[in-house]
């Protein structure tokens, strides 16, 4: 179709791996622009035969528009190509047996422009069958597609020249079925000078070698994206290496843009899940090799002697394909160093013997593969062609003693070259399905249940102590009143008033009651009510064993059915209800700050007993049944702390955070297959979640597992730099609204760097619901001897190094080039993702992760040197192991880094006041109350400065620090302190005023009802 008018006649010419299958009719071409050809031709695709399914699978049916001049006088006919298309025959592997195509129609440069129309899309409408399927749907299935992209080698050898007669090649083996080895070639890479860089997207190419239309070489709807460096599966993923290789991508390379497909089926498959697990590492050779090695005519000494001397700069790159052992990894990207090629070195990493390029030379099928033509050279050589290459043959063979030479020499230097111009190449490698399946969502969410069983509710009792005990109440009164008519029909309404005539009454109406038979009806109407209360309120239902037991029961029992009798009988002749206990007025705030200060008086039975509290209140409250679990957590009852955490589980399957802690109490109950279930749920819950991203990597490091661990760091990177770029543009749109200017890029504006000094909170955009209440919550659920820090990093030269020999770490967050750029790098993020997690993890006491990821954090930080925010974190849990001395150097450094910051000081004060220092105590916690701004968790510097005032007698102040303190945060110790410093300070109705506050919030405080006792003597002494 869209062949122009002056185009009269056309034919087509169908090839299929470097064969002829046949020509078609000459077809006038319609006025229309269009030809009918009707041609069909076939080939055989066989196992063993050329067209093998590997062949099928990468390399496509190729078209080519031939123009056909008819004869003219004395002029013979001429044919001169137009234009090739060509089919991609992957579908007949995919359970297709037809396949109908529109394939584009590409110009040959060679051919007038006029030929094709430039508005119309010019194609061939081409229809391939197959008689049966090539591939059952089971065989589809349990198979794989390999797909294998080598883009370019950066950086390569000055020597490397851009002659003709070179030919850069590189190669890989992929395992296949049995024994086989399925060598991959990739040939013809172009050597560029420099310039300007590759641009992206741009097409990948078939592996098809110089065609007469270089536009059909690109495969449809395939391209390079590219993409950032710190993201790749490589190496140069460091912020030191971006500025080489940005200069590397616009200097001297060699570009292939070339993919490589095979099918794998079922064993191949598995042959390469074990190959990859046994060896990480799998060798893509490099070399460049002379074209006349492979040309046609007589051998010379060189040809047969030495083989292998004609290959030249015969370098290594080692992938690490464990990658594509991670559960749902099915693609690799990345850039690998080229080294020489030694055989011992090879053999150490790979495990593989024998060289492709020097020993399994045959396999290959250079000649075959048309090694022998220059990138530049035409797909059919003519005559003169012939003639210079039989040429050739002569001139290499008389100056054969020159080129022994200069290989010998080459071979020599040749190899070393790699290293000091510091080669990589540029490669991916993709499946069409994971080796490792990922678990869905709804399997995670199964094996949760699985491991947490969701509580049925409990099912409401019909008889309960209080029902029982009301009924008790029903019955008394009831009888009161029956006895009370039964006294008004004897007597009348009219009361007596004395003594003497009562007892008369009374007597005569116990008389009355008992002769009728009315006492004892009323006594069995009392009966049954006693029972349920003996059942119910006292749970007895078995026989006592001795008298005693039976006679103290019984006269516990007596009072308690005279006390509610009393009760009851007051309730009716009263005519209102008795007042109950007035309820507790502390709130679920007021209850947790109660428990934290329990814990820091190390009162740990009080603490427990609020926490629970606060669950008996709300037992559906999920904060509640994780607070109570990171305090189990803290001391050591890791079991109560995963109930705790399931519970909350149980109540919301969706809560991201209870989930985090359900792993962090399986991995202290090295309960690990349990974690990893936990935090891979998490992470497919909320994939925008860094904290579960990054909590996942630290548990995978535990495990050894640092291929995967260096994945989810990976992508808690990508979420944390995409979250910083948001907000940064936010706060430049803003900027500029506010000053009516434009906005600019934050990609065009490298000097805009927020502020994350670590006594400001950074401007954290948490993308996630969950992340955002724990970083809210974070600074006030510290533990609660330390003041509530906040980590949040600042900006430093945060430096990515190796943390383990087998883990290549890639979590640098720094990346200023120093050479000039047009489009420079974003800035990176005032924070690390470790940092970024460590509020969560101190807020539930998770020391040991807490730990861990200080270790990468520091590791980040070894040139620009650790942040204020990094030492009050490792402070913070030397204070909660007593670890005082390493604690003591922790905040040292801190105070050397930010001497202004109110959360160092505050800690440095706890730290004197847990070693009894109180006057450096004193000192510290001075210094925090006087700066402008409040320490984060000024709660407890108040208290304890307050107790130090307390104890050195100076009552006013302690008064005033206390009255801050009740401002702040008011607690029952708050007031207890307000009421202990007026007392001392016989300042009696404020005191008794201070201490009913404090008994208002909390009435079981021994030491309040003390100085109420203490009051109450002075004012009945005056």
Same mark, same amino acid.
């Given at each position: 179709?869209?062949?122009?008018?002056?185009?009269? *006649?056309?034919?087509?010419?169908?090839?299929?791996?470097?064969?002829?299958?046949?020509?078609?009719?000459?077809?006038r071409?319609?006025?229309?622009?269009?030809?009918? +050809?009707?041609?069909?031709?076939?080939? #055989?695709?066989?196992?063993?035969?050329?067209?093998?399914?590997?062949?099928?699978?990468?390399?496509?049916?190729?078209?080519?528009?031939?123009?056909?001049?008819?004869?003219?006088?004395?002029?013979?006919?001429?044919?001169?190509?137009?234009?090739?298309?060509?089919?991609?025959?992957?579908?007949?592997?995919?359970?297709?047996?037809?396949?109908?195509?529109? !394939?584009?129609?590409?110009?040959?440069?060679?051919s007038?422009?006029?030929?094709?129309?430039?508005?119309?899309?010019?194609?061939l #409408?081409?229809?391939?069958?197959?008689?049966?399927?090539?591939?059952?749907?089971?065989?589809?299935?349990?198979?794989?597609?390999?797909?294998?992209?080598?883009?370019?080698a950066?950086?390569?050898?000055? !020597?490397?020249?851009?002659?003709?007669?070179q030919?850069?090649?590189?190669?890989?083996?992929?395992?296949?079925?049995?024994?086989?080895?399925?060598?991959?070639?990739?040939?013809?890479?172009?050597?560029?000078?420099?310039?300007?860089?590759?641009?992206?997207?741009?097409?990948?190419?078939?592996?098809?070698?110089?065609?007469?239309?270089?536009?059909?070489?690109?495969?449809?709807?395939?391209?390079?994206?590219?993409?950032? +460096?710190?993201?790749?599966?490589?190496?140069?993923?460091?912020?030191?290496?971006?500025?080489?290789?940005?200069?590397?991508?616009?200097?001297?390379?060699?570009?292939?843009?070339?993919?490589?497909?095979?099918?794998?089926?079922?064993?191949?498959?598995?042959?390469?899940?074990?190959?990859i697990? #046994?060896?990480?590492?799998?060798p893509?050779?490099?070399?460049?090799?002379?074209?006349?090695?492979?040309?046609?005519?007589?051998?010379?000494?060189?040809?047969?002697?030495?083989?292998?001397?004609?290959?030249?700069?015969?370098?290594?790159?080692?992938?690490?394909?464990?990658?594509?052992?991670?559960?749902?990894? =099915?693609?690799?990207?990345?850039?690998?160093?080229?080294?020489?090629?030694?055989?011992?070195?090879? *053999?150490?990493?790979?495990?593989i013997?024998?060289?492709?390029?020097?020993?399994?030379?045959?396999?290959?099928?250079?000649?075959?593969?048309?090694?022998?033509?220059?990138p530049?050279?035409?797909?059919?050589?003519?005559?003169?062609?012939?003639?210079?290459?039989?040429?050739?043959?002569?001139?290499?063979?008389?100056?054969?003693?020159v080129?022994?030479?200069?290989?010998?020499?080459?071979?020599?230097?040749?190899?070393q070259?790699?290293?000091?111009?510091?080669t990589?190449?540029? %490669?991916?490698?993709?499946?069409?399905?994971?080796?490792?399946?990922?678990?869905?969502?709804?399997?995670?969410?199964?094996?949760?249940?699985?491991?947490?069983?969701?509580? $049925?509710?409990?099912?409401?009792?019909?008889?309960?102590?209080?029902?029982?005990?009301?009924?008790?109440?029903?019955?008394?009164?009831?009888?009161a009143?029956?006895?009370?008519?039964?006294?008004?029909?004897?007597?009348?309404?009219?009361?007596?008033?004395?003594?003497?005539?009562?007892?008369?009454?009374?007597?005569?109406?116990?008389?009355?009651?008992?002769?009728? &038979?009315?006492?004892?009806? *009323?006594?069995?109407?009392?009966?049954?009510?006693?029972?349920?209360?003996?059942?119910?309120?006292?749970?007895?239902?078995?026989?006592?064993?001795?008298?005693?037991?039976?006679?103290?029961?019984?006269? #516990?029992?007596?009072?308690?059915?005279?006390?509610? %009798?009393?009760?009851?009988?007051?309730?009716?002749?009263?005519?209102?209800?008795?007042?109950?206990?007035?309820p507790?007025?502390?709130?679920?705030?007021?209850?947790?700050?109660?428990?934290?200060?329990?814990?820091?008086?190390?009162?740990?039975?009080?603490?427990?007993l609020?926490?629970?509290?606060?669950?008996?209140?709300?037992?559906?409250?999920?904060?509640?049944?994780m607070?109570?679990?990171?305090?189990?957590?803290? +001391?050591?009852?890791?079991?109560?702390?995963?109930?705790?955490?399931?519970?909350?589980?149980c109540?919301?399957?969706?809560?991201?955070?209870?989930?985090?802690?359900?792993?962090?109490?399986?991995?202290?109950?090295?309960?690990?297959?349990?974690?990893?279930?936990?935090?891979?749920?998490?992470?497919?819950?909320?994939?925008?979640?860094?904290?579960a991203w990054?909590?996942?990597?630290?548990?995978?490091?535990?495990?050894?597992?640092?291929?995967?661990?260096?994945?989810?760091?990976?992508?808690?990177?990508?979420?944390?730099?995409?979250?910083?770029?948001?907000?940064?543009?936010?706060?430049?749109?803003?900027?500029?609204?506010?000053?009516?200017?434009?906005?600019?890029?934050?990609?065009?504006?490298?000097?805009?760097?927020?502020?994350?000094?670590?006594?400001? $909170?950074?401007?954290? &955009?948490?993308?996630?619901?969950?992340? !955002?209440?724990?970083?809210?919550?974070?600074?006030?659920?510290?533990?609660?001897?330390?003041?509530?820090?906040?980590v949040?990093?600042?900006?430093?030269?945060?430096?990515?190094?190796?943390?383990?020999?087998?883990?290549?770490?890639?979590?640098?967050?720094?990346?200023?080039?120093?050479?000039?750029?047009?489009?420079p790098?974003?800035?990176p993020?005032?924070?690390?993702?470790?940092?970024k997690?460590?509020?969560?993890?101190?807020?539930?006491?998770?020391?040991?992760?807490?730990?861990?990821?200080?270790?990468?954090?520091?590791?980040?930080?070894?040139?620009?040197?650790?942040?204020?925010?990094?030492?009050?974190?490792?402070?913070?849990?030397?204070?909660?192991?007593?670890?005082?001395?390493?604690?003591?150097?922790?905040?040292?450094?801190?105070?050397?880094?930010?001497?202004?910051n109110?959360?160092?000081?505050?800690?440095?004060?706890?730290?004197?006041y847990?070693? =009894?220092?109180?006057?450096?105590?004193?000192?510290?916690?001075?210094?925090?109350?006087? *700066?402008?701004?409040?320490?984060?968790?000024?709660?407890?510097?108040?208290?304890?400065?307050?107790?130090?005032?307390?104890?050195?007698?100076?009552?006013?102040?302690?008064?005033?620090? +206390?009255?801050?303190?009740?401002?702040?945060?008011?607690?029952?110790?708050?007031?207890?302190g307000?009421?202990?410093?007026?007392?001392?300070?016989?300042?009696?109705?404020?005191?008794?005023?201070?201490?009913s506050?404090?008994?208002?919030?909390?009435?079981?405080?021994?030491?309040?009802w003390?100085?109420?006792?203490?009051?109450?003597?002075?004012?009945?002494?005056?």
């Open positions: 179709k869209a062949l122009k008018s002056n185009v009269l *006649f056309t034919l087509v010419r169908v090839e299929y791996n470097g064969a002829v299958l046949g020509d078609s009719p000459k077809t071409v319609l006025p229309d622009g269009s030809a009918e +050809y009707d041609f069909s031709t076939s080939f #055989e695709c066989s196992p063993d035969g050329p067209n093998s399914l590997d062949v099928l699978v990468q390399k496509p049916l190729l078209l080519t528009v031939l123009n056909v001049v008819p004869k003219e006088k004395k002029k013979p006919e001429k044919i001169t190509p137009l234009g090739q298309a060509v089919v991609d025959l992957l579908p007949l592997l995919q359970g297709v047996r037809s396949l109908k195509v529109f !394939a584009p129609l590409y110009a040959v440069p060679a007038p422009s006029e030929m094709l129309h430039p508005e119309a899309t010019s194609g #409408e081409v229809m391939v069958s197959t008689k049966e399927l090539l591939l059952s749907a089971t065989q589809f299935s349990s198979g794989n597609l390999l797909s294998i992209t080598l883009e370019a950066y950086s390569v050898p000055e !020597a490397f020249t851009t002659d003709a007669q030919n850069y090649m590189a190669c890989l083996q992929i395992p296949a079925a049995g024994e086989k080895e399925l060598p991959l070639l990739f040939k013809n890479g172009i050597l560029k000078a420099g310039g300007d860089k590759e641009p992206l997207p741009r097409p990948k190419i078939w592996p098809l070698g110089p065609i007469l239309a270089p536009g059909a070489l690109n495969i449809p709807d395939s391209f390079i994206v590219g993409g950032r +460096y710190e993201d790749e599966d490589g190496e140069l993923t460091k912020s030191e290496d971006r500025e080489f290789r940005m200069q590397a991508e616009s200097t001297k390379r060699i570009v292939w843009d070339m993919e490589r497909r095979c099918f794998l089926d079922a064993a191949a498959v598995a042959v390469l899940q074990k190959r697990a #046994e060896c990480r590492y799998w893509v050779e490099l070399c460049r090799m002379s074209m006349a090695s492979a040309g046609k005519g007589k051998t010379n000494k060189i040809d047969k002697g030495d083989e292998d001397k004609q290959i030249a700069f015969h370098g290594v790159a080692y992938v690490n394909m464990a990658h594509l052992l991670c559960p749902g990894v =099915k693609q690799i990207r990345g850039a690998f160093r080229v080294f020489n090629y030694e055989d011992s070195e090879v *053999f150490e990493k790979t495990k013997q024998h060289s492709i390029f020097r020993d399994l030379r045959s396999q290959l099928s250079l000649v075959k593969e048309g090694l022998g033509n220059s530049v050279s035409k797909a059919a050589p003519n005559k003169t062609q012939k003639e210079e290459k039989d040429c050739s043959v002569t001139v290499r063979s008389r100056e054969g003693h080129a022994v030479g200069a290989l010998f020499l080459e071979q020599c230097l040749s190899p070259q790699y290293s000091e111009a510091g990589f190449l540029v %490669m991916e490698i993709k499946l069409d399905r994971p080796l490792v399946p990922k678990r869905l969502r709804e399997e995670l969410i199964r094996r949760v249940k699985e491991l947490i069983p969701p509580r $049925p509710a409990l099912q409401p009792r019909t008889e309960g102590a209080r029902k029982v005990v009301e009924d008790y109440h029903k019955r008394v009164t009831s009888v009143v029956d006895i009370l008519r039964e006294y008004h029909e004897l007597f009348g309404k009219q009361q007596a008033t004395d003594h003497e005539t009562l007892e008369e009454q009374k007597r005569q109406l116990n008389y009355e009651l008992n002769t009728s &038979g009315k006492y004892f009806a *009323f006594k069995e109407q009392l009966k049954y009510s006693v029972v349920k209360i003996v059942r119910e309120k006292y749970l007895k239902t078995t026989a006592f064993e001795t008298k005693e037991q039976l006679q103290a029961f019984l006269s #516990e029992l007596y009072v308690y059915l005279v006390d509610h %009798m009393h009760i009851a009988l007051n309730k009716l002749l009263s005519g209102e209800d008795v007042s109950p206990a007035p507790s007025c502390a709130t679920m705030e007021q209850l947790w700050l109660f428990a934290r200060e329990a814990e820091a008086n190390k009162d740990l039975k009080l603490a427990s609020f926490y629970k509290q606060r669950i008996a209140r709300d037992q559906r409250s999920i904060q509640s049944w607070d109570y679990g990171a305090f189990c957590l803290l +001391y050591e009852d890791a079991t109560k702390a995963q109930e705790c955490f399931q519970q909350a589980v109540l919301d399957p969706q809560n991201i955070q209870s989930l985090l802690l359900c792993g962090i109490a399986a991995v202290k109950l090295q309960h690990y297959e349990e974690a990893e279930i936990f935090f891979e749920d998490a992470c497919c819950l909320e994939p925008s979640s860094i904290i990054t909590l996942s990597g630290l548990f995978y490091e535990t495990q050894n597992n640092y291929i995967q661990a260096e994945r989810n760091f990976r992508e808690a990177k990508k979420l944390l730099r995409a979250q910083f770029e948001e907000e940064e543009q936010g706060r430049i749109l803003e900027a500029a609204e506010g000053e009516g200017k434009k906005p600019s890029s934050p990609s065009t504006d490298p000097e805009k760097i927020p502020d994350g000094s670590a006594d400001k $909170p950074p401007v954290e &955009g948490v993308t996630s619901k969950e992340e !955002a209440t724990a970083l809210q919550e974070a600074p006030e659920a510290m533990a609660p001897i330390i003041p509530r820090l906040v949040s990093p600042e900006p430093g030269n945060l430096q990515a190094k190796q943390v383990h020999p087998g883990f290549q770490s890639s979590t640098s967050q720094d990346g200023q080039p120093a050479a000039p750029r047009p489009a790098e974003p800035q993020p005032p924070c690390t993702i470790f940092m997690t460590v509020p969560f993890l101190m807020k539930f006491n998770a020391i040991r992760f807490v730990h861990k990821a200080l270790a990468h954090e520091l590791l980040l930080s070894l040139q620009g040197g650790p942040t204020c925010a990094y030492y009050l974190a490792l402070a913070w849990t030397y204070m909660l192991q007593e670890d005082f001395p390493r604690c003591e150097e922790c905040l040292c450094e801190a105070i050397q880094i930010d001497p202004v109110p959360n160092v000081w505050a800690q440095k004060g706890h730290l004197c847990l070693q =009894k220092d109180f006057v450096n105590a004193k000192d510290c916690y001075e210094r925090v109350i006087s *700066f402008v701004e409040d320490a984060v968790d000024l709660h407890f510097v108040y208290l304890r400065l307050g107790s130090i005032y307390l104890e050195e007698k100076e009552y006013g102040r302690a008064k005033q620090i +206390y009255l801050l303190a009740c401002d702040n945060s008011a607690s029952c110790l708050t007031w207890l307000v009421g202990i410093a007026c007392y001392r300070l016989e300042e009696m109705l404020e005191a008794e005023d201070a201490l506050e404090a008994n208002a919030l909390n009435n079981t405080n021994a030491e309040v003390g100085y109420l006792a203490l009051i109450c003597l002075q004012a009945s002494a005056q």
